[in-house]
């Protein structure tokens, strides 16, 4: 099974822009109650990630006031170079992947790196436990 | 952490220039308020002939209406058709850009037509009907950042500026709110303003208010304008902007802080100078880079 089959398409979960601050991207990621936002520039391309565990590091970390913090842009503070996989790629090659890298999610993207979906580890087992 | 923008200032026939990023330093000067047409000439070439003898580009600064005064029996202003008048006269007598605050959003359009900047109050940083008149003046907005904000805060104004078609800002810092009657200057506030990429100004004669300190009317200490010129220039600035008359203690507005043209030319020097060291310093040690 490719992962094109199981992914989550891209009105199904968070994505924000290089403009968007990280109050509106944590308001973004609630909507979906899913624990990670893509960051995609205006031509759509996959510029970096944020997750709960990313907040939650820098919740220990940083020390401006909240005010300030929520205003900061998501970008800012996202991980530039994620672990990403694309729609033609085997569902268990990228479960594996995400053992891996104790990720939960893979963001998808196609050859230009156009964000087109996201891999998430709910579906992705469902898809391959017996049932 | 956003890309520096650079803002291109002046139309028609006037001095052009640009002002961020590495950019040299700007100054912007003037009375506060517009008294009079030949007292108006006469600043705009006594201040001319000290900037063209630092070589700094500069913008002359003069309200035609103090929508602010503490007191209802304060100097109100020109108005607004003879303060544009005058304004224009500035620009085609000395080739100079002008730069005006408005108070009322149906000021902006005939404000943008004359001036080439247009200043948004510091009162009035985050009113929606203020900010959006001023963008669709399509000039670039001096927009002051409130006494009662915090740095990070003015991005909220930004964004409704940039909602409104515009991308053409200077923040400015004037001081913040400390108690009643005080303001301090937070250091702090420049890089945090300039990660917005837009260019920061300083407004050192505001900065050093005391805002309604004599009962009906603000006092402030002009006295420490030169050290925090050159403590805010050395922290990174694109912009300077300092009220300046020939005789403050008759000036009709903010006479307590206004600098005294006497003074202009040393502190210019002094803030070019800090200015081009501060480049060398990250050209040569490169640019800041202790993170959190």
Known sequence: MKVKKVMLNINQFPIVNENTILKETLEEMDKYGIGIACIVNNKNHLIGIITDGDFRRKLLKVQKPFSAFYLDYAIDHAIISPVVCYPKASLIDSIDLMGLKQVWDLPVIDDKKKLVGLLHLHQAISKVLPK | ?292
């Open chain 2, 1 to 292: 952490m956003k890309k520096n923008k650079i803002i291109n200032i002046g139309h028609g026939n006037v001095n052009k220039f640009s002002i961020g990023g590495e950019l040299p330093l700007a100054f912007v000067g003037g009375p506060c308020a517009i008294e009079s047409r030949d007292h108006t000439l006469f600043m705009a070439e006594a201040i001319s002939k000290i900037c063209s003898k630092v070589e700094i580009n500069w913008i002359y600064k003069s309200c035609y209406d103090k929508d602010c005064r503490s007191s209802p029996k304060s100097f109100h202003g020109i108005g607004l058709d003879e303060g544009l008048k005058i304004l224009d006269e500035v620009r085609n007598s000395f080739g100079v850009p002008v730069v005006s605050d408005f108070s009322n959003p149906s000021w902006a359009k005939p404000t943008g037509e004359v001036c080439d900047i247009i200043q948004v109050p510091a009162y009035l940083c985050r009113q929606t009907s203020i900010l959006k008149s001023a963008a669709e003046t399509k000039k670039p907005i001096l927009l002051k950042k409130g006494q009662f904000m915090s740095p990070w805060n003015m991005k909220n104004s930004c964004s409704k500026i940039e909602s409104f078609g515009s991308e053409k800002i200077i923040l400015a810092e004037r001081g913040t709110f400390m108690g009643y009657n005080m303001l301090v200057n937070d250091m702090t506030s420049f890089p945090i303003m300039a990660s917005t990429g837009y260019p920061v100004c300083y407004d050192a004669t505001h900065s050093v208010q005391l805002p309604t300190s004599m009962g009906n009317i603000s006092g402030g200490q002009r006295e420490f304008i030169p050290n925090l010129v050159r403590s805010a220039v050395a922290n990174g600035i694109n912009l300077l902007f300092m009220e300046t008359h020939n005789k403050p203690d008759e000036a009709l507005s903010d006479s307590n802080t206004v600098l005294d043209i006497k003074y202009l030319e040393k502190i210019l020097l002094q803030a070019k100078m800090i200015h081009e060291t501060r480049l060398e310093i990250l050209k040569k040690y490169g640019k800041d880079n202790v993170h959190v």
